[in-house]
T-cell receptor, first 113, second 113 residues
Framework: DAGVTQSPTHLIKTRGQQVTLRCSPKSGHDTVSWYQQALGQGPQFIFQYYEEEERQRGNFPDRFSGHQFPNYSSELNVNALLLGDSALYLC????????????FGPGTRLTVT | GNSVTQMEGPVTLSEEAFLTINCTYTATGYPSLFWYVQYPGEGLQLLLKATKADDKGSNKGFEATYRKETTSFHLEKGSVQVSDSAVYFCALLSSGGSYIPTFGRGTSLIVHP
């Protein structure tokens, strides 16, 4: 049984560009959450998707948006990239949105130059 | 708001030493508490959890007890191994209806042979 997968593994972008990160949840999981983890910090919650809708959102600007597809996979989009967006972006899936027994993917390392 | 405070790292120990990583929290209601571990280059893995006061979570020789009176969830292990070297994150999920998890900043553990 495959766990949570994310693509790409690494990404380098220039300020002002846009980026799309992808996540496939663990089999049977219908809830996907996205986190930003800056170097030396804990994960910061960006948003959570359930039934193809954004259900919860953390303190992130509208430049951060997402989508969930009928097969529960998800995308994170970031527009107008800033240097401060450089971080490890983690996707986590869970059986339902009331549980934090989340399974994390290996992350996508985004570098903005 | 909710918050999690972990002891500053790195924690450096010799193999077979006793480990304690302190974690205290501030939350409304009765949160669930978690410890996650992150090995170099990987995403977070759930290590153990406790969902109510006085519960003890345990896994792979690690344990932590949910202490409501001291709002703490300290991680302990009786005899650490070199392979335990990683970053450990304490986290909570509030019971107040918002399913946004809060993570601590992480504590790096380095175990020497």
């Amino acid at each position: 049984d495959a766990g949570v997968t994310q693509s790409p593994t690494h990404l380098i972008k220039t300020r002002g560009q846009q980026v799309t990160l992808r996540c496939s949840p663990k089999s049977g999981h219908d809830t996907v959450s996205w986190y930003q983890q800056a170097l030396g910090q804990g994960p910061q919650f960006i948003f959570q998707y359930y039934e193809e809708e954004e259900r919860q959102r953390g303190n992130f600007p509208d430049r951060f948006s997402g989508h969930q597809f009928p097969n529960y996979s998800s995308e994170l989009n970031v527009n107008a990239l800033l240097l401060g967006d450089s971080a490890l972006y983690l996707c986590a899936s869970s059986l339902d949105r009331t549980r934090n027994e989340q399974y994390f993917g290996p992350g996508t390392r985004l570098t903005v130059t | 708001g909710n918050s999690v405070t972990q002891m500053e790292g790195p924690v450096t120990l010799s193999e077979e030493a006793f480990l304690t990583i302190n974690c205290t929290y501030t939350a409304t209601g009765y949160p669930s508490l978690f410890w996650y571990v992150q090995y170099p280059g990987e995403g977070l893995q759930l290590l153990l959890k406790a969902t109510k006061a006085d519960d003890k979570g345990s896994n792979k020789g690690f344990e932590a007890t949910y202490r409501k009176e001291t709002t703490s969830f300290h991680l302990e292990k009786g005899s650490v191994q070199v392979s335990d070297s990683a970053v450990y994150f304490c986290a909570l999920l509030s019971s107040g209806g918002s399913y946004i998890p809060t993570f601590g900043r992480g504590t790096s553990l380095i175990v020497h042979p």
